[in-house]
C-alpha cells in the first residue's frame, strides 16, 4: 500500500513552483499525493520565512498541523523551504511536532526523507543553496489555463532589507532549452498563459556562458509556442531594463502589455541605503519610456513604507511621485527589520507611522485606480474566463491588466455559456471596488 502525501504551500509564486516539483518527484516515486491534507500519512508545509507576516504564517500552520497530527487526522509533518532554512536549529527545538526539515538546497531529496521520516527517523537536511538547480517534472496546481514558469533560482541583488539571498543562494538561471521544453509540455496540458517568475527575471542569463541578458531571447521563442496565448513576465527589476527588452515587450502580440517593476521607494537617499542602484530620475525616464513605446501598458510596483531614512519629507516624496506617474498596480507593503539584514540595524521611523504611511499610499492609489478604471469604460478587452459565480449569475475572468491572486476581476454576462479558460471580449459597462464588469461580446478563437 502507497504512503499518502498532503502538501501546505505557503508564500510566493516561485515557492508553489517548488512544492509542484516535489509533489511530482513523491508521485513518480509511487506516493500518492491528496489534494489536501485529512488522512496524510506524511504532511509536507513549504514555508515562506521572508518577512514577519510569513514567518507567522508558516508557524500557525505548522501548529494546527500539530493538532491534527496529535488527534490522529494526519500522520507525520516535514517543513521546507525558506523558513526551514533561515530557523534550522529552532524548528527542531521549538516545535517538537515537526518530524524533519529540508533546507532550500534539498528538495531534490524529497523522497528521501519523506521515506525516512515515515520510517520513523528524525530528518533534517540543508544542501548547498548555490548548486546548480536540477530539472524535475510537476504537478500543477494552478487552474489548467495558467501556470508559473520559473526560469532561474537565487538572488545577486543585495538590497539591505532582504534575505533572500541568505536562503536561496546566488542567481542560478536555468538552460533556456529546459525552460522551452517545459513550456511546451505545459502547452501541450492545456496551459494557455505563461506566467514568467524568478527572484530577478531581467537577470536571466547572466550567469551563463557568455553572460548575457537572455530575457528578450527567452520571451520571443516562448511566443513562437503555438498553443500558448498569453505570456506575463513578474518581477523585472528597473536596473536593468534593457532597450531591447522593451521593444520584445512591445512588439510580441502574445507577451501581455502589464510590467511588474519592484522600485520600494523613489527618494535617493533611500534607494541608496538600500543599496538599490537606481535613481529617481533614472525610474521617471522609465516609466515614461515605458508609457511611450508600449501603447497601453499596465505598469506594477511594490513599494515599502518606513524604511530607514523615511521622513514626512521622503514620504510625501514618494507620493508625489506616485501623483504624477499613476501607476495602475501599487503594492504598499510596511517594512520589516529581518535579523541579519544591514537595514535591521539602521533607525527608522516607529511602526505606526510606518502603517499610517502604508494605508495613505493604500487610499491614494484607489484612486488613481478608479480613473484607469473609468477610461475603460466602453471598451472591448480580452478576458480570460476562469469561472462562473451562481450567486451573481455570472462569470468572471481577467484582463491583461489582471495577474491572478494579485490583481482583481473582470466581471461578465453572456448569452451563451464560456468555459474555463476560453478567452472572449468583454464590453466594459460598470466599475465596483476597482473590479470591471460588462457583457461578453463573442468568443475569441485561437
Not at 248 to 254: C, L, R, W
Amino acid at each position: 500500500m502507497a504512503y499518502s502525501v498532503g502538501f501546505i504551500s505557503l508564500g510566493c509564486a516561485k515557492n508553489q513552483v517548488d512544492c509542484e516539483q516535489m509533489m511530482f518527484r513523491l508521485a513518480e516515486a509511487g506516493f500518492e499525493v491528496l489534494p489536501n491534507v485529512e488522512g496524510a500519512d506524511l504532511v509536507v508545509i513549504n514555508t515562506c520565512g521572508f518577512i514577519d507576516s510569513a514567518k507567522s504564517e508558516a508557524i500557525d500552520n505548522i501548529l494546527a498541523m500539530g493538532q491534527l497530527k496529535q488527534a490522529g487526522v494526519i500522520g507525520k509533518i516535514l517543513v521546507t523551504g525558506c523558513l526551514a532554512q533561515r530557523y534550522q536549529n529552532e524548528i527542531v527545538t521549538e516545535l517538537p511536532e515537526v518530524d524533519g526539515v529540508l533546507g532550500t538546497g534539498s528538495y531534490y531529496d524529497i523522497v528521501w526523507a519523506a521515506n525516512e521520516v515515515l520510517s520513523g527517523k528524525s530528518v533534517e537536511k540543508y544542501g548547498d543553496i548555490n548548486a546548480p538547480v536540477p530539472e524535475s517534472g510537476r504537478i500543477l496546481t494552478t487552474p489548467q489555463h495558467y501556470a508559473y514558469l520559473k526560469i532561474a533560482e537565487g538572488c545577486n541583488n543585495r538590497c539591505a532589507y532582504c534575505v533572500i539571498p541568505k536562503l536561496r543562494g546566488k542567481y542560478r538561471s536555468r538552460q533556456m532549452d529546459d525552460i522551452l521544453y517545459e513550456a511546451r509540455m505545459m502547452a501541450e496540458d492545456g496551459v494557455k498563459e505563461l506566467i514568467v517568475v524568478a527572484q530577478d527575471t531581467t537577470l536571466y542569463g547572466v550567469d551563463l556562458p557568455g553572460h548575457q541578458k537572455l530575457l528578450p531571447e527567452l520571451l520571443t521563442k516562448l511566443c513562437e509556442i503555438e498553443k500558448i496565448h498569453w505570456v506575463r513576465v513578474h518581477y523585472m527589476y528597473p536596473e536593468v531594463m534593457t532597450d531591447e527588452l522593451i521593444d520584445v515587450i512591445a512588439k510580441e502580440k502574445k507577451i501581455v502589455k502589464y510590467i511588474d517593476i519592484p522600485i520600494q521607494h523613489v527618494n535617493d537617499a533611500i534607494l541608496k541605503r538600500m543599496n538599490r542602484r537606481g535613481t529617481k530620475k533614472y525610474l521617471s525616464e522609465l516609466f515614461t519610456k515605458l508609457r511611450e513605446r508600449i501603447p497601453g501598458v499596465v505598469l506594477r510596483t511594490s513599494l515599502i513604507t518606513g524604511l530607514p531614512g523615511e521622513g514626512e519629507e521622503e514620504f510625501i516624496e514618494l507620493c508625489e511621485w506616485l501623483k504624477e506617474y499613476k501607476l495602475e498596480r501599487v503594492g504598499a507593503f510596511v517594512f520589516s527589520p529581518e535579523e541579519g539584514t544591514p537595514a535591521a540595524e539602521m533607525e527608522r521611523p516607529d511602526e505606526e507611522d510606518a502603517i499610517r504611511r502604508a494605508r495613505i499610499i493604500e487610499e491614494l492609489q484607489s484612486r488613481i485606480m478608479d480613473e484607469y478604471c473609468e477610461k475603460l469604460m466602453g471598451t472591448c478587452l480580452e478576458v480570460l474566463c476562469e469561472g462562473y459565480d451562481n450567486d451573481t449569475d455570472r462569470y468572471y475572468g481577467r484582463s491583461y491588466a489582471d495577474s491572478p491572486d494579485i490583481d482583481g476581476r473582470v466581471w461578465f454576462t453572456a448569452d451563451t455559456p464560456v468555459h474555463t479558460g476560453e478567452f472572449v471580449k468583454v464590453l466594459i459597462e460598470r466599475v465596483s471596488d476597482g473590479d470591471l464588469s460588462g457583457t461578453a461580446k463573442e468568443v475569441v478563437k485561437l
